[in-house]
């Protein structure tokens, strides 16, 4: 059974910094992409970044391109989302999510991932 888990979100001022953790037990990390989605109160799901697990290539959405810097560690099987610079608009709930690939942008990317965490809040104040 597959069981994913965020972590490290919270409450921030403009301008500080959050590093968000992602967790999966049950699921095989090699040949996907994993990747960060956030979704902000009355808003949709929109992914923001993304890793290969194999290459190590990175994706990010234009808005948080240069703030925002994804990784993972193999040995630990985790995904993390490094963010920098938050902005008001950074604030909502964040995913992880997983695909198979190849990436061919945000419309398709996890589109078929079924095994949504709870998500971590990340709250960022003016």
């Known amino acids: 059974q597959v069981h994913v888990v965020e972590s490290g979100g919270g409450l921030v001022q403009a301008g500080g910094s959050l590093r968000l953790s992602c967790t999966a037990s049950?699921?095989?990390?090699?040949?996907?992409?994993w990747g960060w989605f956030r979704q902000a109160p009355g808003k949709e799901r929109e992914g923001i970044s993304c890793?290969?697990?194999?290459?190590?290539?990175?994706y990010y959405a234009d808005s948080v391109k240069g703030r925002f810097t994804i990784s993972r560690d193999n040995a630990k099987n985790a995904v993390y989302l490094q963010m920098n610079n938050l902005l008001p608009e950074d604030t909502g709930m964040y995913y992880c999510?997983?695909?198979?690939?190849?990436?061919?942008?945000?419309?398709?990317?996890?589109?078929?991932?079924?095994?949504w965490g709870q998500g971590t809040q990340v709250t960022v104040s003016a």
């Open positions: 049950g699921f095989n990390f090699v040949n996907y992409i």
């Open positions: 890793i290969t697990w194999t290459s190590g290539s990175t």
């Open positions: 999510a997983a695909d198979l690939g190849p990436f061919n942008g945000w419309n398709t990317f996890a589109a078929d991932f079924g095994d």
